[in-house]
């Protein structure tokens, strides 16, 4: 491992900033693909060596925790992706990684207060920290005692206008907007070169046929003007298997990833569905049409990281999902999607595509293609992906803190425009997909096309030494081991459910309680529990129980 890391422009220009701050707080804005990982670690590398002090990571899902366990790894942090509020943070690690979920009970943020104060914080895509009352009240309650405090976001803004604590709002016309320290763009990226993807979306109109639930019998294409539920009744038709308009699209996009695979062998495809079993047939489709495997990823299945990671690191060519491939989810490998969600809202959007602007280097040619309905509110979204929003915030008194939970399940539900008892009455009749057009972004902006563009692909140029940072020594203890092949809380993971397996064992063989046991256990190995062990007090419990075993 080096000593040093290889910041890109936007990086070094940001970090450099950062480090000029002497404000608590510091949000970055910066387009998915763009390599806020690498530089928020950067910073709190320089954070921990200028005074020793704990790094607190909250990343939005579980998933994302071991991807910045290993990135943080990789720049010598080592942090705990299993932290649990019953416990202390173990001596052998930086610190921890958890989630806004974890983060939005009150006791949990109780206990992160204390473990927080005087820290370095990372919220990574702090948007999310408005989700939901709670969520936003854990992160204010759990890190305003921090030292300082990286806010990352990829989609500055919110669709509810909630606040977001520990972002900076100035006054406007329209209430308050939100100030980022530093913004990197798409556009920005694109005209760097060798930072993001060009991302084509070719757009397919229809003609769709519904009985709505009123019995009406409805025919439309996507250029025809209805309102709200009648857009959204000729959306749902499109993407429904009942007709014909997805599995055309699903075809066209299946061509493209096999001409792609032609020179990036191991390219893959993603497609997003409206719900668990409409990613179901999706993925029957693909693996009957097209004779290649399809991995289905869903919220309420226990293995969906792992099978996340899986792909990633396959060949594979399809992943079908609902929700579960959201912000920071790093599959560079995917080259084509097909947005075969109902969910239209522009935040949403944007972070689906952002999942296909990866770049990977040493690759020559790596358009990423997005096949989309053409639905005048996806298609406006599309031709705002290089614009560099800002979230608005509405005046005190316009916004709708008041909402009580049955208002909050309405709003979710106007999403659909079908209430359940209404779903049962919809149906699809017929869809079958028409004309094709695509739009993409260049280096000088919007350009659309009848057919496939031929845009030569932005060249990186050639790197700059000046954008290197030595990493600080950073102050440890002794037995915190960095640049070691796996990371401490990678171990840890391991040697934890290895200490609860042998417990296990131990309770049937001695009929003792698996209260009893563990104490036990503790006490040989003179730790407090397991949940705050180093690696190598975990390791000397496992052969304290392993010599109960053979006693036996």
């Not at 992160?112 to 990372?122: E, H, Q």
């Not at 990226?189 to 930072?195: S, T």
């Not at 190995?525 to 392993?546: D, F, K, P, Q, Y």
Request: include cysteine; charged fraction near 25%; glycine fraction near 6%.
């Amino acid at each position: 491992m080096s000593d040093r890391v290889q910041l890109r422009p936007w990086q070094r220009q940001a970090f450099d900033k950062f480090v000029a701050s002497e404000q608590p707080d510091f949000l970055t804005v910066a387009t998915p693909g763009a390599g806020k990982t690498t530089f928020a670690l950067t910073c709190a590398r320089w954070a921990l060596a200028q005074e020793r002090r704990r790094l607190v990571i909250v990343a939005p899902t579980t998933h994302l925790k071991t991807q910045w366990t290993q990135a943080a790894h990789q720049m010598g942090l080592e942090v705990d992706p299993n932290w649990s509020p019953a416990d202390g943070v173990a001596p052998d690690v930086h610190g921890i990684v958890t989630t806004y979920q974890q983060v939005s009970t009150a006791e949990t943020a109780k206990i992160l207060r204390g473990v927080a104060a005087d820290a370095f914080v990372i919220l990574d895509e702090v948007h999310h920290a408005g989700d939901e009352r709670a969520w936003g009240d854990g992160v204010r309650t759990a890190f305003e005692r921090a030292h300082r405090r990286l806010c990352l976001s990829g989609t500055p803004f919110r669709s509810d206008t909630a606040s977001i604590p520990f972002v900076r709002y100035e006054e406007t016309g329209g209430g308050g907007e939100a100030q980022p320290d530093f913004t990197y763009g798409y556009a920005d990226a694109l005209r760097d070169g060798g930072v993001v993807r060009p991302v084509y979306f070719p757009r397919f109109d229809g003609l769709m046929e519904w009985s709505a639930p009123d019995g009406t019998v409805l025919t439309a294409n996507f250029h025809d003007e209805l309102d709200r539920t009648g857009a959204s009744h000729r959306l749902r038709a499109a993407l429904s298997l009942q007709g014909d308009w997805l599995s055309a699209v699903i075809g066209q996009a299946h061509e493209r990833l096999q001409k792609i695979r032609e020179t990036h062998p191991d390219a893959g495809g993603l497609a997003i569905c409206m719900d668990q079993e409409h990613a179901r047939d999706i993925a029957r489709l693909i693996r009957h049409r097209f004779h290649v495997e399809a991995e289905v990823v869903v919220s309420d299945d226990p293995d969906a990281s792992a099978k996340i990671a899986h792909f990633a690191a396959s060949d594979r060519h399809w992943l079908v999902a609902v929700r579960m491939v959201s912000e920071g989810v790093d599959i560079p490998r995917l080259r084509v999607g097909v947005y075969a969600s109902t969910v239209v809202t522009e935040l949403f959007f944007r972070q689906a595509v952002g999942r296909f602007v990866r770049w990977t280097s040493g690759l020559a040619g790596q358009k990423a293609y997005v096949y989309l309905p053409d639905d005048p509110r996806l298609r406006t979204h599309a031709f705002q992906i290089a614009e560099a929003r800002r979230h608005v915030l509405r005046p005190p008194a316009e916004r709708d803190d008041e909402f009580s939970p049955e208002d909050l399940e309405r709003e979710a539900m106007r999403e659909l425009d079908l209430m359940p008892e209404q779903l049962s009455l919809f149906s699809v009749l017929s869809s079958y997909a028409t004309a094709m057009s695509v739009h993409a972004f260049t280096e000088d902006g919007l350009t659309l096309f009848d057919d496939e563009p031929d845009i030569p692909e932005p060249v990186p140029e050639p790197g700059d030494d000046g954008l290197a940072v030595d990493l600080p020594e950073i102050p440890t203890d002794t037995g915190l081991v960095l640049w070691s092949n796996r990371s401490v809380g990678e171990r840890k993971e391991e040697l934890r459910q290895k200490n609860m397996d042998v417990a296990k064992r131990l309770v049937d063989l001695t009929g003792f309680s698996h209260g009893r046991v563990q104490s036990e256990l503790n006490r040989l190995a003179g730790i407090r529990s397991v949940g705050n062990a180093t690696n190598s007090e975990l390791e000397r419990r496992l052969r304290r129980a392993e010599e109960w075993l053979r006693r036996r």
